[in-house]
């Protein structure tokens, strides 16, 4: 889909063939990510092991941090698909602003979970596709790297659940407003969810996930590097049921924007 076209934006299954797309990059990004250690004194706010002068926070935050400064200047943060993980260090750019039209309501930049992306991602999804525990201090970089590569595709992912919420929102208008007149979460999520295409989703990355991580040529005796159960898990434990929350949240405000 095209942020320049709107009509594309609001399309189901447009939307859904992005979705499948992001399914590789955060395939892959889990598979870099499996080379490494959970490594835990990356994530340790002012850890013994890693001392960053000047600096109150984890070696995550603060290469995250030059990141998020860096790519703010080349408008990472105007496109209406990129949520930072830090809003206090986006920085405006040099470059001219690009005239997005209006594709989300007007509150769309509040709704971010990418607190709660960070959390999970380190505390649950780490343990599970880590090779193994413990430090690889030659590799505090590289590590720290992946996984600001991998919480990005996941941020991606889970925030483009606004994308879906309106198109559902404009395919039944008169549905939804009054589930959210009624301030009906339960509703809202019942009609948000498609088992079908969930269930899809975890074939689909079941068998993306052996194929990606094995050698081709290898056979029978190629071993994964990924487990595939993990990445489907992570899909179904957090990456789904954080994009139908996002969902909701957007949902749930979506009357305060009366002429959209
Ligand atoms: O494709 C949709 O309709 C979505 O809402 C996205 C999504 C997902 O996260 O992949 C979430 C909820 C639905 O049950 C199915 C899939």
């Given at each position: 889909m095209n942020f320049l076209k709107p009509e594309s934006v609001y399309n189901l299954s447009n939307i859904r063939e992005d979705l499948i797309r992001m399914e590789d990059t955060i395939i892959f990004n889990l598979i870099e990510r499996s080379?490494?250690?959970?490594?835990?004194s990356i994530y340790e706010k002012n850890s013994a092991q890693i001392k960053i002068p000047d600096f109150d926070g984890s070696f995550l935050d603060w290469l995250f941090q030059q990141h998020e400064t860096v790519e703010s200047q080349v408008?990472?943060?105007?496109?209406?698909d990129q949520y930072p993980f830090?809003?206090?260090?986006v920085k405006k750019s040099f470059l001219p602003a690009i005239e997005y039209p209006?594709?989300?309501?007007?509150?769309?930049?509040?709704?971010?979970?990418n607190g709660e992306i960070m959390d999970v991602y380190i505390n649950k999804m780490i343990p599970r596709v880590?090779?193994?525990?413990?430090?690889?201090c030659e590799n505090f970089g590289s590590t720290a790297l992946v996984d600001i590569f991998t919480l990005q595709s996941i941020s991606r992912r889970i925030h483009f659940g606004m994308f879906v919420a309106e198109a559902k929102f404009q395919a039944d208008r008169e549905k939804y407003t009054a589930l959210i007149e009624r301030r009906d979460v339960d509703g809202i999520m019942a009609n948000i969810t498609n088992s079908a295409v969930e269930e899809n989703i975890l074939k689909r990355l079941m068998e993306k996930a052996k194929a990606y991580g094995t050698?081709?040529?290898?056979?029978?005796?190629g071993t994964s590097k990924v487990h595939p159960e993990a990445v489907v898990g992570i899909y179904k434990d957090w990456v789904i049921p954080l994009t139908k929350k996002v969902e909701v949240e957007y949902l749930l405000r979506r009357l305060e924007d009366k002429d959209f």
């Open positions: 080379d490494f250690p959970c490594m835990p408008r990472r943060y105007q496109s209406p830090y809003p206090q260090v209006k594709l989300l309501a007007e509150y769309f930049r509040e709704v971010n979970v880590a090779k193994d525990v413990g430090d690889e050698d081709p040529t290898a056979g029978n005796q």
